[in-house]
């Protein structure tokens, strides 16, 4: 009998940053290329480390990034984060999906759909943006199905690791969250009142 994988997203804690520099230093090129990363804009592992360190030590409404763990069975495979913050505002989006073998296996949607509510939640967004480089089928392929709206393509530079590149920007708002995901979201009475359980 096939038993389904357990699915778990946390938030990424300093533990984490050795294996999360790790996918970033030991991608091949073909691989950071095609997710549009400029190659020589690649940090160094020193200064990822460094700047994950100084992020996690920050409070989470002055974070330039705020990222969640993907977990399969209780083994890290991934992480999705957001940058360009404006707490209380609006976000960017990113997925990486770390370990090859669980690519293209149908994982991605529901690791995605219990991040959204994490990242509405802990900085009190309206709006959260998705902006995949347009030439990198996953991703393009998963937003929609997630609730986003597409609202244009359009050429710019996406992020500071990025090459300037085509993209396609989505969006979901705070209605279309609630609406979307609402249901999803067991409020509990939990000490953390930052806590979130999907059922």
């Not at 992020?55 to 940058?83: M, P």
Request: aromatic share 12%; with cysteine.
């Amino acid at each position: 009998m096939k038993v389904d994988p357990i699915l778990n997203v946390r938030e990424f804690e300093a533990t984490d940053i050795p294996i999360w520099s790790d996918y970033w230093c030991n991608a091949t090129d073909d691989f950071l290329s095609s997710m549009g990363v400029d190659l020589n804009k690649r940090p160094t592992r020193d200064e990822l480390v460094a700047m994950m360190e100084s992020q996690l030590q920050l409070a989470v409404e002055d974070r330039k990034s705020f990222a969640l763990i993907w977990e399969i069975d209780g083994k890290q495979v991934g992480h999705c984060n957001v940058g360009a913050i404006g707490f209380g505002e609006q976000a960017n989006m990113h997925l990486h999906m770390w370990d090859p073998k669980f690519r293209h296996k149908g994982l991605g949607s529901p690791l995605i759909r219990r991040s959204i509510p994490f990242f509405f939640k802990k900085l009190k967004l309206k709006l959260l943006n998705c902006e995949p480089y347009a030439q990198n089928p996953a991703p393009n392929r998963t937003i929609p199905q997630l609730g986003f709206e597409f609202v244009k393509r359009y050429t710019t530079i996406p992020g500071p690791l990025c090459f300037e590149q085509e993209v396609n920007q989505y969006r979901l708002t705070k209605a279309q969250f609630e609406k979307q995901y609402g249901r999803q979201i067991k409020r509990t009475t939990s000490a953390d009142p930052d806590f979130i359980e999907l059922v």
